[in-house]
């Protein structure tokens, strides 16, 4: 079945340094969705990219889909305490309702 | 602004027996879904349901596992005969559209279940 990996699987920086997850996809994607999960809580969602090579900014977070739509990254400028979490991507192939998770980052922000 | 709510927020049961997690999804939302996450790992998709009848399960979903939409409101996953390999946050989530037509879901803030 369909494998969505993330690497790194954790990621400590200091307040300030940039932060950046690879999620990487057994098969082609329709769509890929970002989510962010505070420890102890709930996965929230971010953003969704649907288009080959497309690329979206929110503030200090940049969203990239890869131009085979296999694989996706996001990247944190600047991360801040608040940016704690772990971060998620989540695929769907085919005509399915299924959302596929990725295996996570966890990251760790130090002051 | 709106929520999916889900309750018990933690129920513990002994081997073998049923348990019934509850859920009301967001109002306006057709698509309703199960997820579970064993602890420190990833969100697993368990099943999703729309117009009153399961559109897609996943292998974890055997027929231990059943799902229910009793009323307007209220969206509910039974284990039949728990496991202790069935611990886990119990997550369910909604969306107007299906995943598939690039809807977000949203999710409540979960179950955790703890098996003994």
């Known amino acids: 079945g369909q494998q969505v990996m993330q690497i790194p699987q954790y990621q400590h920086v200091q307040e300030g340094e940039d932060f950046t997850t690879y999620c990487n996809s057994s098969?082609?994607?329709?769509?890929i969705q970002w989510y962010k999960q505070r420890p102890g809580g709930h996965p929230v969602f971010l953003i969704q990219?649907?288009?080959?090579?497309e690329v979206k900014k929110q503030k200090r977070l940049t969203f990239q889909f890869g131009e085979a739509k296999k694989n996706s990254s996001l990247h944190i400028t600047a991360t801040q305490t608040t940016d704690v979490g772990t971060y998620f991507c989540?695929?769907?192939?085919?005509?399915?309702?299924?959302?596929?998770f990725g295996t996570g980052t966890q990251l760790k922000v130090e002051l | 602004e709106p929520e999916v709510t889900q309750t018990p927020s933690h129920q513990v049961t002994q081997m073998g027996q049923e348990v019934i997690l509850r859920c009301v999804p967001i109002?306006?939302?057709?698509?309703f879904y199960w997820y579970r996450q064993i602890l420190g790992q990833k969100v697993e998709f368990l099943v999703s349901f729309y117009n009153n009848e399961i559109s897609e399960k996943s292998e974890i979903f055997d027929d231990q596992f059943s799902v229910e939409r009793p009323d307007g409101s209220n969206f509910t996953l039974k284990i039949r005969s728990t496991k202790l390999e069935d611990s886990a946050m119990y997550f369910c989530?909604?969306?107007?559209?299906?995943?598939?037509?690039?809807?977000?879901?949203?999710f409540g803030n979960g179950t955790r279940l703890t098996v003994t």
């Open positions: 990219l649907v288009k080959s090579g």
């Open positions: 989540a695929g769907r192939t085919g005509g399915g309702n299924k959302l596929t």
């Open positions: 989530a909604s969306s107007v559209v299906s995943s598939g037509q690039n809807s977000p879901l949203h």
């Open positions: 098969t082609t994607l329709s769509n």
């Open positions: 109002s306006n939302h057709l698509y």
